[in-house]
């Protein structure tokens, strides 16, 4: 427990209204997008500048007290569970938007700030954003950067850190440093921006950050693929792929995905395929048209039964609203679902995927799969019930057979997600004791007394 | 000196012929490719294995020898001098290329494997390794990782560290690790692959590469824009780039790197203008066409003199040729030469270029600009003579007020070429004692004696 004295100092730093200890809100602060874990925070506090948390992190460090950063609470693998207590640093207030460069395109974020709020601002400049998580609605820019997101659009786009040139950051000391700067090319020292992106709030708090954006495609093409064999689809993605077309998206749905939607909102996907792939192509009109009719050669070519081009913007918004929706569609149909994060090599999807049906069966577990087929990253799902012993013994053997058999396809154990408290044991297990020994000393070198979200990631 | 014990164990690791400690061998391994620093090694090794160098570094480890990798030894900032004597580990005979993986659009190569070298053999399979430095023909993939490389098409690809998927790299302890794979996305503790990238060989041996590939874009397209003010050609890049329009290379040539090309090799460059810029469109045909359009109507817009649209691949090659002569010319001009990297926000080109031109005059020196400008990264560059001390303190008064200057304006001291010997004392001036710190706490706790190239970044 903390001390009581140290809720006045914080009081006089942030301003008793941003200062929560009642029963309900530490509640609220005690959990993420997952559910599977919950543990209460001492305090939640709301900073809205970096001379704030500096004055934080200072006591913080002083008394040693765990700290926890929090965006959105929309991750999904426990990264902003207070699981030792101390504060939950809540970010949601420190969100401006510091400034939108259209010559540099470039931007200049508060943590705080919701990707979709971002987004549509720079709508409006002919700017994005590319990296897309399906949370982008509540997702901030602070957690995006420390679990290092993906999403459907990195096919094409890449991944977070591919659009983080800079960083603002306050030290678990409550010193605040900057690392990289405003232009793509920087080879000044060791890359410690890089380090702090994915380090899943364990090594600082990002306190600014300057992204590199695109300009706005001015086109946008959906097309989508239907099979009566999900590892067709699986051979399908990368044969686009290695006919020199990039869409930047390709999302794969499988049967029962396809029914789960079709139950929850009718819409016409084609119930008794056994998966669809969603492409969508963007970039100028007439690139947009050509890569459209490659996509639809080729998919015809390597089996599709079906395939279909959207004919215009609503078409379209209504296939990814249904992949969008394929998530709520698995967390709805079972008490327990484990959603796993593997990402392959893109030539061995049709690998994973029939590993995925063969352990379905060995175990007799429904594993569901969905995902960014179009990078490799999978999401397999298993529905189970904690509450049923033996059925859920058989989901834990069966999800770790799959990420085992990611890893020996060449994958790894989480693409977008991160480790988390969820991979903990999959990480010691398949990681280099050697690597795991670095790790740790750059944590006990930045924060020595253990203060940054402590629990997680070993 | 290194005892002379330690050549004969040598010799049974690489074997005989592999290693080198004439005269002859020591100096031609004593310099890179600036000339500005020469030292020379003690003994020059040519491991072609993993397990050799592990070897090799376990007894360097032990006996505190130093250890400077080299790759083809063309990096400019000093970085592959064995400014300590010791060991040259020279990688050029460690170049296989194990692997061109088609379906997940990856190769796996050793470090010694040559840009040139690798771009052929992808060609053949429809792929290319976008990253570019000029220095192609001799640059190893080794340097390249461990310089974190830019060149001229990163505008549109962006820099080396991009491409890099997973290292195996020896550790100056003689262990050997794995990081990062070979997908995409990959959240799994700290991103230590993106450490050793751009780490100057200062952590370990890069001893095997995973390399993200791009498949080989149809079409291509030379544009060369003429401008009687070099600061209005620095405008026309971020004005095509906000534009919507991401050419794969803009650079620029001022009229004195025009003249000297002329007088090197005439090709009909415009010898009146003040500056040209040389645009390269590349994708499918359609899009090509389109974005050479919007290039050639907006660099009217903006203020050019002239604009050609080179008419086939033959007089493109004559521009590109062209550009990649500037540095021979500039070199070629004054006994002594310094060929800066600063790199600025995009809308700031026209304020860099302005402010060249404002110390050329007050320090009466030769200034010459050329460089990426598409991506804020100019080579401003100083012809003088060391010789001629009055001279030559004049233009070291330049050059620190060109790079305080770039630093003023939002910019890095190094873009590609990296810190090496080179920038130390503007590195040291620039950045935060505190990251420093944390640079150094690294350097201690993967090399604990120092070993791994030492004397370089600080």
């Not at 001379?51 to 700290?67: C, F, L, Q, R, T």
């Not at 207070?82 to 395109?105: C, H, T, Y």
């Not at 119930?271 to 192509?281: G, I, S, Y």
């Not at 969820?422 to 924060?447: H, S, T």
Request: charged share 25%; hydrophobic share 40%.
């Amino acid at each position: 427990m903390i001390k009581e004295s140290l809720i006045g100092e914080f009081e006089k730093i942030v301003g008793k209204e941003n200062v929560l200890t009642s029963k309900e809100s530490l509640k609220a602060y005690s959990y993420d997008g997952t559910s599977s874990w919950i543990h209460e925070p001492d305090v939640v506090l709301f900073p809205t500048s970096t001379a704030e948390i500096a004055a934080i992190m200072k006591i913080a460090n002083a008394e040693k007290v765990p700290v926890t950063p929090r965006g959105g609470g929309t991750n999904v693998s426990g990264g902003s569970v207070p699981i030792q207590g101390g504060i939950v640093l809540a970010l949601a207030k420190f969100n401006k938007i510091i400034r939108i460069d259209k010559e540099n395109m470039t931007a200049t974020v508060e943590p705080g700030v919701v990707l979709m709020d971002l987004n549509m601002a720079l709508a409006r400049e002919g700017l994005f954003f590319p990296p897309d998580p399906q949370s982008f609605l509540g997702a901030t820019l602070g957690g995006i950067i420390a679990e290092n997101a993906g999403g459907p659009a990195c096919v094409k786009y890449g991944v977070t850190k591919q659009y983080i040139l800079g960083l603002e950051v306050v030290l678990p000391t409550g010193d605040v440093i900057n690392v990289g700067g405003r232009t793509l090319k920087n080879v000044v020292g060791y890359d410690l921006t890089m380090l702090f992106v994915s380090s899943e709030g364990t090594l600082g708090v990002v306190t600014k950050a300057e992204l590199k954006l695109n300009p706005m495609p001015p086109a946008r093409k959906t097309i989508m693929a239907v099979y009566d064999d999900v590892a067709k689809a699986g051979e399908n993605v990368f044969r686009v792929l290695e006919n020199g077309v990039i869409p930047n998206k390709i999302e794969l749905l499988d049967n029962w995905v396809i029914n789960r939607i079709e139950e929850m909102m009718p819409m016409g996907l084609p119930k008794d395929a056994d998966a669809v792939l969603l492409f969508e192509t963007d970039g100028i009109p007439e690139a947009v048209e050509k890569e459209t009719e490659k996509i639809v050669e080729i998919a015809k070519k390597y089996g599709a039964t079906d395939v279909r081009v959207a004919k215009d913007q609503a078409e379209a918004d209504k296939y990814w609203l249904a992949r969008r929706a394929g998530f709520a569609a698995v967390f709805g149909k079972a008490p327990t679902v484990f959603a796993e994060d593997v990402t392959v090599p893109r030539g061995r999807i049709p690998d994973l995927i029939r590993k995925c049906k063969e352990l379905a069966k060995k175990y007799a577990v429904e594993i569901v799969v969905l995902g960014h087929a179009g990078d490799g990253n999978l999401h397999p799902s298993i529905l189970t019930d904690i509450k049923n012993k033996d059925h859920y013994d058989r989901a834990v053997k069966a999800m770790d057979e799959i990420i085992e058999g990611a890893v020996e396809l060449g994958g790894v154990i989480s693409g977008e997600h991160g480790i988390g408290l969820e991979k903990q044991k999959f990480f010691r297990k398949i990681e280099n004791p050697k690597v795991i020994d670095i790790m740790k000393g750059i944590k006990a070198l930045v924060d020595p007394n253990n203060i940054m979200n402590p629990g997680k990631i070993w």
